[in-house]
């Protein structure tokens, strides 16, 4: 196997330190100011053509993974050898606790046997009428918001950010599906705590690649202490109310509040699953609606696949129930591709904690081992015109003639997505209520910038201009 070693940034050998040299020192601010902005832009150009790259990424020895085998080798056959690197970990346990995102070993597996039954694909599809209400809640915003511009001449066109509605949207049926009955629950406020927590993750995240101490202060350090306090609180409180009240629920509290452990029977404590909801909403709402926002881009783009998705849905129509998702195919296929092109999580990052060997390269253990997703959806080996969008790549006989691990936008192995089944069903449910209904275009604006800290965001937003279709 060829491995390829470069260095992105000439530093020293040792793990980051703070205290380290003058060139360090200097470079200190670019490294942090490149991974706030856009970490893809840090990766070696060598990890969209080669299969393993060892490279010097942000000071610290990295070795980059981009070749299905040497992937599968890695996630599943040597999953038990790696953990969770510390620049995840720093920047989420402060809201998120100890739950299934940021734990490892026993407690990490526990966790995700007991909640796995909870994603089933038989319970996601009870949500699907939650999960088509918020969408036509969105819907009906348009709509008001449509007739309030036409009573303003004029301003028949002024665009929104499908983006933040997209976020609106997701968050809608977070709560909804989730804590469905938490009457004192302020929706606003707790969606507000969540995204100014997430958002400075990304300073979080820098601050530790390049070695800096956990209190150094950052842009949204002191209102990530403050949100994190609040989010906790609100969940933890909601949980509480549920277990008084002796009823459990059907929604995702509900859930989990009845799950238990098959080996040994155990339910989740009022800490884990506090944490767990948690990571459902952080892990699960901005994934989604940025999935949903590029997919609307991607569509105006190429309004000959927009009129076949169109034309599915329509076909699939159920009288009075909107579409049968299950139907939805090429709708699916035309989902698949957008998440090739801009996977939401772009990279996954794992420590090995013992030697490992990748196709005779031998990694020892402490090493940070990167699977960087959004190369190898777009890498020269493996996908022909990476750039073009083509849904049909993802037509059953492409699909079945393709490696399995050249394609993971929910990763891979015992630590896949466990949310995968209720993203792909929800990012369903919301372009088949709102594509028949709406057509999206671009209003003459370039295709976004996708940057990429903690998840790849078009940059600005997505401004598209929304007209029901009914006026063509
Ligand atoms: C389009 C939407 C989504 C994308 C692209 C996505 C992507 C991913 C990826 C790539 C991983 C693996 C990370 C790794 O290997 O290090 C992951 C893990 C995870 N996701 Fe998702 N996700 C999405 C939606 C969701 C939803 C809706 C939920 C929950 C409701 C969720 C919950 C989780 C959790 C809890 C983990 C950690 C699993 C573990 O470590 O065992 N995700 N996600």
Redesign the pocket.
Known sequence: MQTTTVSTFPLSTAAPSFKASVAEAAAFPRLVQTVVRNMIEAWPAEVYRESLVEARFLGRKTVFVSDPRLIHDLLVTQAAQLGREEFLTRSLKPALGD???TSDGER?KAQ?RTAAPVFRHDRIREFVPAMTGAAAATRARWDRQGAERGAARGAESAPLDVLAEMMRTTFDIIVATMMSDEVGLDVGAFGRAMNAYLDQTRWKMALTLVGAPAWMPHPGYFRAVSAARYLRGTVAAAVASRRQRGKTGSDLLGLMLQARDPEGGAAMSDESLTDNLL??IA??HE??AI?LAWTLWLLAEHPEVEARVVAEMRAAAQAGQGPNLEVLTYTRQVLMEV?RLY???PL??RKTLGEISLGGTRIPAGRSVHVP?YALHRHAKLWSEPARFDPDRFGPAQSAARDRYAY????AG???????G??IT??LAILAELLPAYRFSRNGSGRPDARFSVTLRPHGGVRMVVTPRRLH
């Not at 993971?408 to 990763?411: E, R």
């Open positions: 739950g299934i995102l990490w995700r990571t459902f892990a699960g994934t989604t999935t998440m996977p939401a999580a996954l990052v997703v993971m936008p929910f990763g015992p630590r896949i997505c466990i949310g995968m209720f993203a929800e990012c």
